[in-house]
């Protein structure tokens, strides 16, 4: 079982849709973090949120829009997506800090049509 | 910048037999290590991780690596294996200065045959 827990499971939305990504951990854990897996490929970092404020972003399109409502809630609003933005997005929390493993949760398969 | 090289993009294994992962690693700066595990269909989970101290780390599963600072290595091995550690393996680095950035290597596939 996991500890962070994402939902939905599976996502199918065309180019012109808004749909939401929601991520929840009750950990305490004071950063968290969104990753794209395309197939057979590693997880690609996208955003950092560190004590609910943004930290890092990683030249993401604007068609994703993250929001860190509290420490315990990570959203991921999407608008006007394109096929190839179709992946497994991922969830991930930790402490914070360079030695606190990443703790992720099983994913958001997204298929856009 | 780091980055991370794992060398083999496969590895087939008999079941019960020993294997080894490869790892190295590239950075100016010095940095902590992990492994991480991924089985079909759902997020990584840590296997085990090297910040300081005993080069030689144990984790779940069975699984431990060493840490090579004069090879800019992290090898993860397992002496004998199972049919339930097929999944794909990512060894990943944190650089200890600026942004905390996790980056991962591009994966090793583990097949377990029987």
């Known amino acids: 079982d996991t500890e962070v827990t994402q939902t939905p499971k599976h996502l199918v939305m065309g180019m012109t849709n808004k749909k939401s990504l929601k991520c929840e951990q009750h950990?305490?854990?004071?950063?968290m973090y969104w990753y794209k897996q395309k197939a057979k490929k590693p997880p690609e970092l996208m955003f950092v949120?560190?004590?609910?404020?943004?930290?890092i972003n990683e030249s993401v399109p604007s068609r994703f829009s993250p929001e860190c409502p509290n420490s315990s809630l990570l959203n991921l609003h999407l608008h006007a997506l394109q096929p190839e933005d179709s992946a497994l997005y991922l969830c991930?929390?930790?402490?914070?800090?360079?030695?606190?493993?990443?703790?992720f949760g099983n994913g958001t398969r997204l298929t856009v049509t | 910048a780091q980055s991370v090289t794992q060398l083999d993009s496969q590895v087939p294994v008999f079941e019960e037999a020993p294997v080894e992962l490869r790892c190295n690693y590239s950075?100016?700066?010095?940095?902590?290590l992990f492994w991480y595990v991924q089985y079909p269909n759902q997020g990584l989970q840590l296997l085990l991780k090297?910040?300081?101290?005993?080069?030689l780390v144990k984790g779940i599963n069975g699984f431990e690596a060493e840490f090579n600072k004069s090879q800019t290595s992290f090898h993860l091995r397992k002496p004998s294996v199972h049919i339930s550690d097929t999944a794909e393996y990512f060894c990943?680095?944190?650089?200890?200065?600026?942004?905390?950035?996790?980056?991962f290597g591009q994966g090793t596939r583990l097949t377990i045959n029987p």
């Open positions: 991930a929390s930790s402490q914070g800090g360079y030695s606190s493993p990443l703790h």
């Open positions: 950990m305490g854990h004071r950063a």
């Open positions: 949120y560190s004590y609910e404020k943004l930290s």
């Open positions: 950075s100016s700066v010095s940095v902590y």
């Open positions: 090297y910040l300081s101290g005993s080069t």
């Open positions: 990943a680095v944190m650089q200890i200065q600026g942004a905390q950035k996790l980056v």
